[in-house]
């Protein structure tokens, strides 16, 4: 009994690693993928003045992709999108996936953005209170938020 119970338990995490090197290898062309945080900024990266035009480059969708295991045999994925508005309203979705459950969880922040030299500040929406700052910089196709990368898309 034991044994019969172990095979279907086989094929799923079998499955969800499949499922893993997958996603890496399709999230890889279009954002970021494991923990790969960045030291230093790659050359080019100088800050953006507080400028209008230095604002204008960070207006778009920008998202970061992270896959990992769970220490239990579990694959996941959590993906983080920033969409700047040029109006100055600004939303991050996150969605948390458990590749091996085939469940999801996602939460929505709404807000708005405004830039400051070097400095990129998200306040949020109510009910919701506070804002939170980052340093940012733009390397060609790639936004910084202090040293966490996201791929334009």
Same mark, same amino acid.
């Given at each position: 009994?034991?044994?019969?119970?172990?095979?279907?338990?086989?094929?799923?995490?079998?499955?969800?690693a499949m499922a893993a090197l997958l996603l890496s290898a399709a999230c890889d062309e279009g954002g970021t993928v494991g923990l790969r945080t960045p030291a230093t900024i790659p050359a080019g990266g100088a800050p953006l003045p507080g400028s209008a035009a230095g604002a204008r480059e960070v207006v778009g969708t920008w998202t970061r992709t992270l896959a990992f295991s769970d220490g239990f045999g579990g694959f996941n994925t959590?993906?983080?999108?920033?969409?700047?508005?040029?109006? #100055? %309203? /600004?939303?991050?979705?996150?969605?948390?996936?458990?590749? #091996? %459950? /085939?469940?999801?969880?996602?939460?929505?922040?709404r807000g708005t953005w405004t830039s400051s030299g070097n400095q990129l500040t998200f306040s949020f929406d109510p009910p919701l209170t506070g804002a939170v700052s980052y340093r940012y910089r733009i390397v060609p196709d790639t936004l910084y938020l202090d040293d966490l990368a996201f791929a334009r898309r």
């Open positions: 009994m034991t044994r019969g119970r172990a095979r279907p338990r086989r094929a799923v995490l079998a499955a969800g959590s993906e983080t999108t920033w969409t700047f508005a040029p109006t #100055g %309203a /600004a939303t991050r979705l996150v969605i948390a996936r458990n590749l #091996g %459950a /085939a469940v999801a969880d996602t939460v929505t922040t």
